[in-house]
């Protein structure tokens, strides 16, 4: 029998150490803790790593997707096409927009969103389609890309667990699409929260700075810094959405280790598939089919021989800490109210829904955290 560990593992754990700490110390010695040179340097890390001429930061990526849709002018009457199988944050900006979400079906092995059916689902209401990169792995982009040309709607890539992926010899975000990417603790890249959006458009990237910081025509960086000056202009009201240079700070170091971090994270989900191989009852990632590279932001598994909630209880009476990503968005309840879709609209996305779950995965792991948490499962799925 397996000897409990004493201290709790969790699920995630975000990777900081002493030069983030230093860094945001230098940033308050600085007097510049709003907006200012470290939220641009942040921003031009993330135009070379994508190759997009536009990076635009903002405290979140839910509020990226915020100013995205509005600056599309996504409103009633619209449809945005997304898979199912992903957080909430993007149907509810939808919703809030007043469009309504359409939603695609997914691959029950991969978790990526199904080109066809995402193609199916394009009709003259279609105002954008969002395919997620989820748990690390990118959606099929040229299909989709496709489909999205023929109806003449751009492709927002949800890159929120996308930082260091690549579709087909090019990163997320690096295929003249605009992408939105998330800062949050959990994420390969952290600043305690924010996002990015990166785009190819002057005129859209002019709209996201305009609505990110009130609709000011010129930023505090701007009109405080060196040569600026204080007068402004609002000719559109806008919202207050910018990232602060405390948190920048921090995600300009985490960027100049995503390479090393990502790297551990690779290592630890290929011993998790080799600790794992074999075990009955439990479905492993499926790598998709066409090249990429994948970021390992989750490691996610499919629980197919017993209760999946009597399963974490188990794995809780052991000490280890797991996640759910994610409930699917066409079977929560104000979804179901409000657009009228019901359980057997996805059967994959459906299959996979009831059985997934994320299992500790994060830099700071030892190789033994692993070796634990595989044993654990072994000795569960033996017992059941």
Known sequence: MLEIRKEFLPMSR????????????ASLRSGWITSGPRVAELE???????????????????????????????????????????????????????????FADSDYGTLQVDPDDLARRITARTKAVVPVHFAGAPADLDPIREAADRAGIPVIEDAAHAVGTDYRGKPAGGHG????????????VTTGEGGMVTCYD????????????????????KRYGKGGTPHYDIREPGYKYNLTDIQAAIGVVQMRKVEALNARRAALAARYLSGLRGVAGIDLPVSPPYPHAHSWHLFIVKIAAMD?????????????????????????????????????????????GSRILS????PGMADADVDYVCAAIREILAEA
């Open 44 to 102: 031009e890390r993330f135009r070379a790593l994508t190759g997009a001429p536009h990076a635009v930061a903002v405290a979140s990526a839910t509020a990226g997707m915020h100013l995205v849709l509005t600056a599309l002018g996504v409103g009633p009457g619209d449809e945005v096409v997304t898979p199912s199988l992903t957080f909430a944050s993007t149907v509810n900006q939808v919703a809030l927009r007043g469009a309504a979400p359409v």
């Open 177 to 188: 699409n605009i992408a939105i990417y998330s800062f949050h603790p959990i994420k390969n």
């Open 14 to 25: 975000p990777a900081i150490g002493e030069e983030e700490i230093d860094a945001v110390a």
């Open 308 to 352: 999946r909630d009597a399963f974490i209880g188990k794995l809780a009476e052991r000490n280890i800490g797991v996640g759910l990503h994610f409930p699917p968005c066409h079977l929560l309840s104000f979804v179901r109210e409000r657009f009228g879709t019901r359980e057997g609209d996805l059967p994959g996305c459906e299959r996979a």
């Open 202 to 221: 002057d005129g859209l990237a002019g709209t996201l700075r305009l609505l990110r910081f009130h609709g000011i025509e010129r930023d505090a960086w």
């Open 359 to 362: 299992l500790p995965l994060f």
